[in-house]
């Protein structure tokens, strides 16, 4: 993003341009309660002004509030780190998995993991690379296990590299075995909630494929 357009960005998260508005606002229905006398019988001019600096203010304070906020939860969600804090969002490392240059964003994903060694978001995001575009599920493998290793790690972290690596070892020409150590260990960690209870069946339904005289057998 151009330092133009960073501009004009933080002009209207200021909240600046609504809270001119506001003061029209303010100004028009000042005037109108004046007119109608309603409230103090001030001139004129000066219901108007009150008016204006009540909307300007009002407008100023929710704007910047509603677009505060908005910008926290929007970076907790795109790359929060080990510690629950924002790590900056790495537009051209996205532009490269756009282009589908997979390889080169991987590359430099893992070059944010070194540089970050206590931030999981950055190898999640090349073990999701590896996984979903560059067809490596032993390679991903390793990267969502080592997510799990971090000192300190958020259980948020745990949890998706947990069924990352399940769902790994589940499809076709994965680990029947190795799933059942780690649909267990899924449960153990993360007992209550609907994915417990998917690995309860997932479990139940790898024991009967694998029970003599099953189809599966």
Same mark, same amino acid.
């Given at each position: 993003?151009?330092?133009?357009? +960073?501009?004009? &960005?933080?002009?209207? @998260?200021?909240?600046?341009?609504?809270? !001119?508005?506001?003061?029209?606002?303010?100004?028009?229905?000042?005037?109108?309660?004046?007119?109608?006398?309603?409230? #103090?019988?001030? #001139?004129? *001019?000066?219901?108007?002004?009150?008016?204006?600096? %009540?909307? *300007?203010?009002?407008?100023?304070?929710?704007?910047?509030?509603?677009?505060? =906020?908005?910008?926290?939860? &929007?970076?907790?969600?795109?790359?929060?780190?080990?510690?629950?804090?924002?790590?900056?969002?790495?537009? @051209?490392?996205?532009?490269?998995?756009?282009?589908?240059?997979?390889?080169?964003?991987?590359?430099?994903?893992?070059?944010?993991?070194?540089?970050?060694?206590? +931030? #999981?978001?950055?190898?999640?995001?090349?073990?999701?690379?590896?996984?979903?575009?560059?067809?490596?599920?032993?390679?991903?493998? $390793?990267?969502?296990?080592? %997510?799990?290793?971090? #000192?300190?790690?958020?259980? $948020? @972290?745990?949890?998706?590299?947990?069924?990352?690596?399940?769902?790994?070892?589940?499809?076709? =020409?994965?680990?029947?075995?190795?799933?059942?150590?780690?649909?267990?260990?899924?449960?153990?960690?993360?007992?209550?909630?609907?994915?417990?209870?998917?690995?309860?069946?997932?479990?139940?339904?790898?024991?009967?494929?694998? !029970?003599?005289?099953?189809?599966?057998?």
């Amino acid at each position: 993003m151009s330092s133009h357009e +960073n501009r004009i &960005t933080k002009f209207a @998260h200021g909240g600046t341009l609504q809270a !001119a508005g506001g003061a029209l606002l303010g100004a028009f229905f000042a005037i109108l309660m004046r007119v109608a006398g309603i409230g #103090p019988r001030a #001139p004129l *001019w000066l219901m108007a002004l009150g008016g204006a600096v %009540v909307g *300007w203010s009002i407008f100023r304070f929710v704007t910047r509030a509603i677009f505060s =906020g908005s910008e926290e939860l &929007t970076k907790q969600l795109v790359m929060p780190d080990a510690k629950g804090t924002y790590a900056p969002q790495y537009s @051209h490392i996205q532009a490269l998995e756009v282009q589908e240059r997979f390889a080169e964003a991987l590359a430099a994903w893992l070059q944010v993991a070194e540089s970050q060694p206590a +931030n #999981p978001s950055p190898l999640l995001r090349a073990a999701d690379l590896q996984l979903r575009h560059l067809k490596d599920a032993l390679a991903a493998l $390793e990267l969502y296990e080592r %997510v799990r290793r971090m #000192p300190g790690v958020g259980e $948020e @972290h745990v949890r998706y590299a947990s069924q990352k690596i399940i769902d790994i070892h589940l499809a076709p =020409g994965g680990d029947a075995g190795r799933a059942l150590v780690e649909l267990r260990r899924f449960i153990h960690t993360f007992p209550e909630g609907r994915e417990a209870d998917g690995a309860r069946a997932a479990i139940a339904r790898i024991k009967a494929e694998q !029970a003599p005289g099953s189809l599966g057998s």
